[in-house]
């Protein structure tokens, strides 16, 4: 099936369309679909969201959510892993989470995929921090590096490198290395 949208499309009017699979994106007015995840980001994907969550969810100090949908400051991205401080979690009324997210999240995590490109991922990353994020990862499963955003601090780690996690993580320990052992079947 064919979609014509009439442009420049507005954000409000990109919100209103029915989603994609894989998501669709809106940077700069551009529609932009992400690449199907394949095995290694699937996994590392996965993995890492259970890890957070697994510190995180039982005492209520943050949870990554997969694949969400967060819209601020003109734009709509999905990020591979969004990671949110408990407390700023959108919530109902009735306290349940928000099906919208209109907030950066505070941690956001890309994976690189093999037909991405660098750059976009990573400028989606700095939009990301330059709008209140306090952390970004950009994972690189062919290289097995992690390109590590903090304000202030960019660097790459590999190996027995420690990454840095959001302060109400602080004692979680994880070298990059990890990240990639968990490919291995």
Not at 116 to 127: G, S, T
Request: charged share 20%; hydrophobic share 40%.
């Amino acid at each position: 099936m064919t979609s014509t949208y009439e442009l420049p499309l507005t954000l409000s009017r990109f919100l209103d369309l029915p989603e994609t699979k894989p998501a669709t994106e809106y940077i700069n007015g551009r529609l932009i679909q992400k690449p199907m995840p394949q095995g290694e980001h699937s996994l590392i994907q996965t993995r890492l969201s259970q890890a957070i969550n697994l510190l995180g969810v039982p005492n209520k100090s943050v949870m990554a959510l997969c694949e969400l949908r967060c819209t601020f400051e003109g734009r709509s991205i999905v990020p591979d892993v969004a990671v949110f401080v408990w407390s700023r979690i959108p919530k109902t009324e009735s306290g349940k989470i928000s099906n919208r997210f209109e907030i950066c999240p505070d941690w956001i995590v890309e994976i690189l995929s093999p037909e991405q490109a660098p750059n976009q991922v990573i400028e989606k990353i700095l939009f990301s921090m330059e709008r209140g994020a306090t952390l970004g990862w950009f994972i690189d499963p062919q290289d097995e590096s992690v390109m590590v955003f903090q304000p202030g601090s960019l660097f790459i780690a590999r190996g027995d490198n420690l990454l840095p996690v959001i302060p109400v993580l602080s004692s979680w320990q994880i070298p990059a290395r990890e990240l990639f052992e968990w490919l291995k079947l």
